[in-house]
Nanobody, 121 residues
Framework: QVQVVESGGGWVQAGGSLRLSCAASGSISRINDMGWYRQAPGKQRELVAGITSGGSTNYADSVKGRFTISRDNALNSAYLQMNSLRPEDTAVYYC???????????????WGTGTLVTVSS
């Protein structure tokens, strides 16, 4: 019923920038919180940045001042601008959306399949 698709990953040298995009589609009545998570090899998935439907944001300490999350409610989309990338930012980045499906009254989390970001030193 709902699909979440990420795009924009790739390879970049340390100090460079990438912009990730996330688009949700399907029988969507409303999206509450959206977030970007990442999982590096051998590590647990962690929250990178989150944004509410009203635009309030929160960030992991490791990315504050370097990453910026934004969203377009009309497009059911979220974005992650990543600047000053470091090798330790290398991970698969996942988008999460808390979606209220049309005809229902509660939100469920939907995940994309991830996009790989590789930062070389």
């Amino acid at each position: 019923q709902v699909q979440v698709v990420e795009s924009g990953g790739g390879w970049v040298q340390a100090g460079g920038s990438l912009r990730l995009s996330c688009a949700a589609s399907g029988s969507i009545s409303r999206i509450n919180d959206m977030g970007w998570y990442r999982q590096a090899p051998g590590k647990q998935r962690e929250l990178v940045a989150g944004i509410t439907s009203g635009g309030s944001t929160n960030y992991a300490d490791s990315v504050k001042g370097r990453f910026t999350i934004s969203r377009d409610n009309a497009l059911n989309s979220a974005y992650l601008q990543m600047n000053s990338l470091r090798p330790e930012d290398t991970a698969v980045y996942y988008c999460n959306a808390d979606v209220i499906v049309a005809g229902r009254f509660y939100a469920l989390p939907y995940w994309g399949t991830g996009t790989l970001v590789t930062v070389s030193s």
